[in-house]
Structure formats: structure tokens, C-alpha cells
Nanobody
Framework: VTLVESGGGLVQAGGSLRLSCAASGNILAINAMGWYRQAPGKQRELVAQISSGGSTNYAGSVKGRFTISRDNAKNTVYLQMNSLKPEDTADYYC??????????????WGQGTQVTVSS
């Protein structure tokens, strides 16, 4: 299973970006999907998570500004980021809990996409 993120880049404070993460491979089912971020010198932190049924969970620092969604038919999770702040600058990683025909539930990570917010 491979997770591929896209949509990162450089944006001014107050701007918006939309990240996408598509899972591919021999997939039977995907449970929770989520986005984490890691700023230089800091630990990786949860940004947002969404269950297979659509229940969401957000970090307090992004609540009201970021929206996570998913397209189960496309095995894709999205992160709409509005009102971006310089402190949102980080590498963003998606993850997913995936079930395969001969592999039990396994947690996979994408390679990351960089988001830079200038002041």
C-alpha cells in the first residue's frame, strides 16, 4: 500500500491550501485516515482525523480553520486549510489504517508534503 500526498506549497498568511492523499494497492478496506504535521525541531502532531463513517477530530490549533474529508470510493483523504498562519508551516503527513487480503490491519504513512506559510 502506498499513500501519496499532494497539494503542499508556499502561501501567504491568510491564504488557503488543499492537501490530498490517495491510497493505492491491494486494499480491502480503510478505517481511520488522518493528517499529522511536523515542524522543524518539533515532534509530529495530529492535525485532524476522520473515521470510515465520517466522524472527525481536530487539533485545537486548527479547529475552525481546517476541514478534513474523505472519498471512500477513491481511497483519498483531503485537508482543506484556510486562514493559514506562519505557525502552520510544517511537513504534513497522511496516514491510514488499511486492511489487505493477506495482511491484517496496518498503519501506513505517506512521504509528506511541505507547507510553508509566509508572514
Amino acid at each position: 500500500v502506498t499513500l501519496v500526498e499532494s497539494g503542499g506549497g508556499l502561501v501567504q498568511a491568510g491564504g488557503s491550501l488543499r492537501l490530498s492523499c490517495a491510497a493505492s494497492g491491494n486494499i480491502l478496506a480503510i478505517n481511520a485516515m488522518g493528517w499529522y504535521r511536523q515542524a522543524p525541531g518539533k515532534q509530529r502532531e495530529l492535525v485532524a482525523q476522520i473515521s470510515s463513517g465520517g466522524s472527525t477530530n481536530y487539533a485545537g490549533s486548527v479547529k475552525g480553520r481546517f476541514t478534513i474529508s474523505r472519498d471512500n470510493a477513491k481511497n483519498t483523504v483531503y485537508l482543506q486549510m484556510n486562514s493559514l498562519k506562519p505557525e502552520d508551516t510544517a511537513d504534513y503527513y497522511c496516514n491510514a489504517d488499511v486492511l489487505q487480503p493477506t495482511v491484517p490491519w496496518t498503519h501506513y504513512w505517506g512521504q509528506g508534503t511541505q507547507v510553508t506559510v509566509s508572514s
